[in-house]
């Protein structure tokens, strides 16, 4: 048994007190990343830092699933989205706004919404990541050479 568990990814090997580490530091990094990269695109309505900054987080939740089930994606859900909305509340360095939301002016459609996509949409991808089948996280050990 325990050299099936070296066949495993390197974060699966830890301890429950490892994982849990390992998940909590992914869904910061994760809402981090996003969150800086969710306007790219958002000017010219092409919103491909949308779609990177959910690729990001959709991967991350799905390892932290696969990792420790339905209570590592609560705990990701919980600290992404923290960190995620604690970064548009609190703003950046010298308070200037890293998530813009809520204005309104002669501005492109995703201009002015991406804010608002970016920051239900951490909490909506992940909800839907909740309800899917287990058996689609499932980790198989890699095989022996």
Do not use: C
Request: aromatic share 10%; no cysteine.
């Amino acid at each position: 048994m325990k050299q099936q568990a070296n066949l495993m990814p390197w974060s699966h090997r830890f301890g429950a007190a490892g994982r849990t580490l390992v998940t909590l530091a992914s869904g910061v990094g994760a809402a981090f990343v996003g969150t800086l990269a969710h306007r790219m695109g958002a000017t010219g309505n092409l919103p491909y830092g949308l779609v990177l900054a959910f690729l990001i987080v959709g991967l991350s939740t799905y390892a932290a699933r696969a990792r420790q089930g339905v209570t590592g994606l609560a705990l990701h859900l919980i600290v992404s989205s923290a960190a995620a909305w604690g970064i548009a509340i609190v703003g950046g360095p010298g308070g200037d706004a890293l998530t813009v939301a809520g204005f309104s002016g002669d501005m492109p459609f995703m201009s002015q919404h991406a804010g608002y996509v970016w920051l239900y949409g951490v909490v909506v991808l992940q909800v839907v990541m909740l309800v899917l089948p287990s058996r689609w996280f499932v980790v198989p050990p890699r095989r022996e050479d």
